[in-house]
Nanobody, 123 residues
Framework: QVQLVESGGGLVQAGGSLRLSCVAS????????MGWFRQAPGKEREFVAS????????YYADSTKARFTISRDYAKNTVYLQMNSLKPEDTADYYC????????????????WGQGTQVTVSS
């Protein structure tokens, strides 16, 4: 089992920044890739970014690649999502997820999920 706990969400004005954290515990040796997803009210969950647990490769959605950065601290079992130049359309619940295979943008391919952290961007 892998447990994931997100933190760092909050209320920020448009143009501001937030850094989300996701701490993994349990069988972390099982993890090969981590992903961040988000879900806005009334919308489907969408891919934001992913990274291999080794940190060698990262991937982004087109809507976030110029503004968001995913990274990981292997020693702390933590994956981060640095979000800059935030827009009101970034408002959503943000979730981290883990899988034992290569990165994917498909949420159905992730096995473990955190409880989510809410991000609200005011205009």
């Amino acid at each position: 089992q892998v447990q994931l706990v997100e933190s760092g969400g909050g209320l920020v004005q448009a143009g501001g920044s937030l850094r989300l954290s996701c701490v993994a515990s349990g069988r972390t040796s099982w993890i090969y890739a981590m992903g961040w997803f988000r879900q806005a009210p009334g919308k489907e969950r969408e891919f934001v970014a992913s990274i291999t647990w080794s940190g060698g490769s990262s991937y982004y959605a087109d809507s976030t690649k110029a503004r968001f950065t995913i990274s990981r601290d292997y020693a702390k079992n933590t994956v981060y999502l640095q979000m800059n130049s935030l827009k009101p359309e970034d408002t959503a619940d943000y979730y981290c997820a883990a899988r034992p295979y290569s990165t994917s943008s498909n949420s159905d391919e992730y096995y473990y999920w955190g409880q989510g952290t809410q991000v609200t961007v005011s205009s």
